[in-house]
């Protein structure tokens, strides 16, 4: 192949660039169970999967599904609850963990949270969520590494939605919640009740009824929790 050829088919495999892409290709329009946040989401003419496209970068993490582009069930309950009871998270440190589109950092945020961190592994995630901050008037810190394998960041407080949706991530998830508590941080986590939910570690603390916009659930309203992460064998 000539350089001319080469140069041709790497151009033709160029990623967009995510900013503009999601900005024109989604709609920043509030989500539903909370009119007070308003996000850029995926429509059914967005075409995502642009975004999906490796790089030429053979060394680059493989790319995720846009599950930043949608709310989630237990992100909108665990949002929900935070604006509800911002003395949740006023004044204190919090963590967003797998934040997705960022928006149970962006609820912490204008409820009064002294400072807001969120971790999110996707590189067009980070794009969105820093939008989707801006968009809301708050302001977030992002780490776009998968911190579960070291020790917990400064924080006073973990909010972790939709983070059992799968048996691989709940297995790494979990010890990293332990050393959150074990470092005497707060964790509470928001989910429909997915299958991977450790049950026997979760104290219920309120309950919603929220759509899980990106799930198979469709947009139907359904029962969503936020619990409290405890200790093995708490009381």
């Not at 892409?21 to 999967?49: D, M």
């Not at 961190?117 to 776009?144: C, F, P, Q, S, Y």
Request: proline fraction near 9%; include cysteine; charged fraction near 20%.
């Amino acid at each position: 192949m000539s350089d001319h050829a080469a140069g041709a088919t790497r151009e033709l495999k160029k990623r967009p660039d995510p900013a503009a892409f999601i900005q024109a290709n989604t709609r920043l329009s509030p989500v539903p169970s909370l009119p007070e946040i308003r996000l850029y989401t995926a429509h059914p003419g967005s075409g995502l999967r642009r975004l999906l496209e490796p790089d030429d970068d053979e060394h680059a993490a493989e790319p995720q599904p846009p599950y930043w582009a949608y709310a989630w069930a237990g992100g909108a309950v665990l949002a929900r609850y935070v604006l509800d009871r911002p003395s949740t998270v006023a004044g204190r440190r919090v963590l967003d963990l797998g934040a997705g589109s960022g928006v149970v950092g962006i609820a912490a945020a204008k409820s009064g949270a002294s400072e807001v961190i969120a971790a999110e592994i996707d590189r067009n995630g980070i794009v969105a969520l820093g939008l989707n901050a801006a968009a809301n008037g708050v302001a977030v810190t992002m780490i776009g590494t998968d911190i579960t394998a070291g020790p917990p960041p400064a924080v006073d407080l973990v909010l972790a939605g939709d983070v059992f949706y799968g048996e691989a991530v709940a297995r790494r998830v979990t010890p990293f919640l332990d050393r959150c508590l074990a470092a005497a941080i707060e964790v509470l986590v928001g989910d429909p009740g997915r299958a991977w939910l450790p049950r026997p570690r979760l104290r219920l603390l309120g309950e919603y009824l929220v759509p899980d916009v990106g799930g198979n659930g469709g947009g139907e309203p359904k029962p969503s929790g936020v619990f409290a992460f405890v200790a093995e064998g708490a009381d």
